[in-house]
């Protein structure tokens, strides 16, 4: 069974003159979607999203429900009457970091747009759908004209993350668009949308490692404090995720968890300042040895220095820094496991997995 999910209306107005801020990937996370919530005669599916960065007043930011395919290399959402694209106008006055804003059954407020025609699906009643069969939100940018349905999104496309509850693996799908079976299932799976890394900046939070191993509802439920990339690196974690379906015994019970679940109870997020921009990428960095039993050295190409390196724990925690230029890290005081590390040289980061064993 299909439910609809709307909106909770923003009391805003936008300038005239306002134009479009350019975001970095990972400026905004989803930090929850559900379909079972809300009660018989409010909502049933929502999901939660925070900037984690300023959004100034007139900023363009799209969301969709639309499965994408690296087969075909485009969204799944073409002929489908039951996907959708939404276009959010941040409001007069902007949104500080950190605002956590539920999106739930109700009326589309004014400084959301539905944008029918393309690729990215044109819903039968214009709502976006959250099927209790798993879903996934895509949340992105893009210069193209949305006016004009048939190309948009074909040259501008940037995406800023991304969440899906259809599976574990974002490359458990493996058919491309016409062969994906059952045909309903193209409402639910989803390989990950250009642009984004998993376990960076996009998470998967389904039940199994197949293409539909779905949960109905899941949200996060870590760290709400930190720097703006240790609460992108915590949200993109699966184990930071708490899932909630029958598979696991604890299914919510459909139409009586109260609206605004998804966000766990959490209005607003403490983000700290830190710089971002430049490049994502380190050119030719390496980690040896790699499983290590402690220590280890980060290899970088020429010309290249290393400002600094942040160490997290699974759970998003920040376990050790090195604000200097230091090539060598030793972690022989802390547990074995997996380790990721944020390192910084001039304007590029880079996140590595380190094993400790």
């Not at 694209?85 to 739930?104: E, K, N, Q």
Request: aromatic fraction near 10%; hydrophobic fraction near 40%.
């Amino acid at each position: 069974m299909m439910k609809k999910l709307l909106f909770w209306p923003f009391a805003f107005l936008l300038s005239a003159t306002a134009t479009s801020q350019n975001l970095n990937t990972g400026d905004v996370v989803v930090i929850g979607l559900a379909s079972d919530t809300g009660s018989s005669t409010t909502a049933y599916s929502e999901f939660s999203w925070v900037p984690l960065v300023n959004l100034e007043t007139g900023t363009k930011i799209y969301f969709t429900d639309a499965g994408y395919n690296t087969a075909d290399a485009n969204f799944m959402g073409t002929g489908l009457n039951d996907e959708i694209l939404l276009r959010y106008i941040v409001p007069s006055g902007g949104i500080p970091a950190g605002t956590v804003l539920t999106l739930t059954e109700g009326n589309i407020p004014a400084n959301y747009t539905v944008i029918t025609g393309t690729k990215f699906g044109n819903d039968f009643n214009q709502m976006l759908s959250l099927p209790n069969a798993g879903d996934q939100i895509t949340v992105f940018q893009s210069d193209d004209d949305d006016t004009v349905a048939a190309t948009f999104g074909n040259t501008s496309f940037h995406a800023l993350f991304m969440v899906s509850s259809s599976t574990l693996s974002f490359t458990a799908l493996t058919a491309n668009t016409a062969s994906v079976t059952p045909t309903f299932n193209l409402d639910n799976v989803t390989n990950l949308a250009p642009g984004l890394t998993a376990a960076q900046n996009a998470v998967a939070v389904g039940s199994g490692p197949l293409e539909a191993d779905e949960v109905d509802n899941a949200r996060y439920t870590g760290i709400t404090t930190g720097t703006r990339d240790e609460i992108l690196f915590a949200v993109s974690q699966f184990v930071n995720w708490t899932r909630y379906d029958a598979a696991f015994g604890n299914d919510l019970d459909f139409g009586t968890t109260p609206n605004g679940w998804t966000a766990n109870s959490v209005v607003s997020y403490a983000v700290g300042n830190l710089s971002v921009g430049g490049s994502e990428t380190i050119p030719n960095l390496t980690i040896y040895p790699n499983p290590t039993h402690g220590k280890f050295e980060i290899a970088t190409g020429v010309d290249q220095t290393i400002n600094s390196i942040v160490i997290f724990n699974t759970a998003g925690q920040v376990i050790k820094r090195v604000e200097k230029n230091e090539n060598s890290v030793d972690l022989s005081e802390v547990p074995d496991g997996c380790y990721f590390l944020k390192i910084q040289s001039g304007t590029s980061v880079s996140v590595k997995k380190v094993i400790k064993q």
